[in-house]
């Protein structure tokens, strides 16, 4: 990695790996292909990148009404129609977004086992899901196993990335083709550990961030409240 990169940045090889990975490499996805990726968290975005990388034509992404900042940068990154699951019928929407359905769902959202349903409503016949948003254990209720079997789906669930993807990762960042600065929010220094994983997890009052990287001697961050 190029050493002149900031390390907040730096550190985004791993998520924007991932997106490669899920986004593009797994689900072999391609210039005719449309995509949805349910959930705009760090990896989420940066499977837009992945999807606007392979050349699809069309790319549609979704958020809650707290995410309005990640998807506003969804499509300053390449994502062409933004969902808020909260005030729009993610389905319905998704399916009139792309006219009918995509060809690739990836699934990112965690803790919610009801989206592996909305992908299989989502994807159009022989379509490819990727499942990587971990559900905590939490099972889907009402699988409609029949409209996979119908639409000959293929169903993938995902835990990491190649050593391939991982190097594309590392170019694309080296490349400065996209703004990943906008993505990294915050630097926690290493005496801060707890309070960064806290944060990223949602429960700091507040605050919603996007991407954090702990960093040795970086200054403290002052939480709110």
């Known amino acids: 990695m190029d050493p002149r ?3 907040g940045v730096a550190v985004m090889f791993n998520p924007l790996a991932a997106g490669l990975s899920w986004a593009g490499s797994i689900p072999a996805t391609g210039p005719g292909d449309r995509v949805v990726i349910l959930g705009a968290g760090q990896r989420g975005l940066c499977c837009v990148i992945a999807a ?3 050349g699809v034509r069309q790319i549609v992404i979704t958020g809650l009404t707290r ?9 300053e990154l390449g994502a062409d129609v933004t969902i808020n699951v909260e005030a729009e019928d993610v389905v319905a929407r998704a399916r009139e977004a792309t006219g009918g359905g995509a060809e690739v769902v990836v699934d990112t959202t965690p803790y919610a086992p009801q989206s592996l ?5 989502i994807a159009v016949r022989k379509g490819r899901i990727v499942v990587a948003g971990l559900k905590g254990q939490r099972l889907a209720n009402e699988l409609p196993v029949d409209d996979v079997i119908f639409k000959e789906l293929t169903i993938r669930g995902v835990l990491s990335m190649s050593v391939d ?5 590392i170019d694309l960042i080296e490349s400065g083709r996209y703004p990943f600065e906008k993505m ?4 926690f220094p290493i ?8 944060a990223l997890a949602g429960e700091v009052p507040g605050m919603n961030p996007l991407h ?10 002052a939480l709110p409240g």
């Open 165 to 169: 993807d991982t190097f594309r990762a």
């Open 191 to 198: 005496e801060q550990a707890e309070d960064a994983i806290h």
């Open 5 to 7: 990169i900031p390390a």
């Open 67 to 75: 995410d309005a900042h990640k998807l506003a940068l969804a499509r």
């Open 212 to 221: 954090i990287a702990i960093v040795p001697g970086a200054p403290r961050v």
């Open 52 to 54: 606007r990388a392979a």
């Open 184 to 187: 990294h929010t915050h630097s």
């Open 117 to 121: 349903n909305h992908a299989i409503a």
